[in-house]
């Protein structure tokens, strides 16, 4: 009998068979982390979006993160909460809230960002710095 963990050969010759697996594979492993600090992956995408480009209106947040604008209202609960982003409310319409990156909350991305870099590092262990860069490349392409 075959080994009951095998993966079958007909997946093995699927590219996106084998992205998804490492996908996730590298998703739950910054999940547990995340967890760990009571976190989940889109704390982390928020906090990466207001260090990377800045203020954000919080439904142009959601938007850009694809996510559902109560579910990010949550985070953004959470994470003013912790002092890592401000909000203040658009005084043109007050329904709107800015949501910005606080001193705190650029140093905690940082930390977060060294979790996901290890965890990077550890999946993609088996390669060499040459072929990392190529498949980042490659999927830089094919994510458009």
């Known amino acids: 009998m075959a080994d009951p963990n095998e ?17 996730k594979d590298a998703r739950n492993r910054l999940a547990e982390l995340l967890a760990a600090d009571g976190l989940r992956l889109h704390h982390h995408a928020a906090l990466a979006a207001l260090a ?8 142009d947040l959601a938007t850009r993160l694809r996510l559902d604008p109560s ?9 003013a909460a912790a002092g890592w982003l401000d909000r203040t409310r658009d005084p043109a319409d ?12 650029a140093a905690r991305f940082a930390e977060l960002d060294a979790l996901a870099r290890d965890v990077q590092d550890t ?3 088996p390669l060499t710095a040459a072929e990392r860069a190529t498949l980042h490349g490659l999927l830089l392409r094919v994510h458009g």
Do not use: I, M, N
């Not at 993966?7 to 996908?23: I, W």
């Not at 990377?52 to 439904?59: A, K, L, S, V």
């Not at 579910?71 to 994470?79: P, S």
């Open 123 to 125: 999946v993609l262990a």
């Open 52 to 59: 990377d480009f800045g203020p954000h209106t919080q439904r």
């Open 94 to 105: 007050r329904r709107r809230l800015t949501l910005t990156l606080t001193p705190a909350g």
């Open 71 to 79: 579910d990010l209202a949550k985070a953004a609960d959470q994470l």
């Open 7 to 23: 993966t079958p050969p007909a997946l093995l010759e699927l590219t996106t068979y084998l992205l998804s697996r490492v996908g």
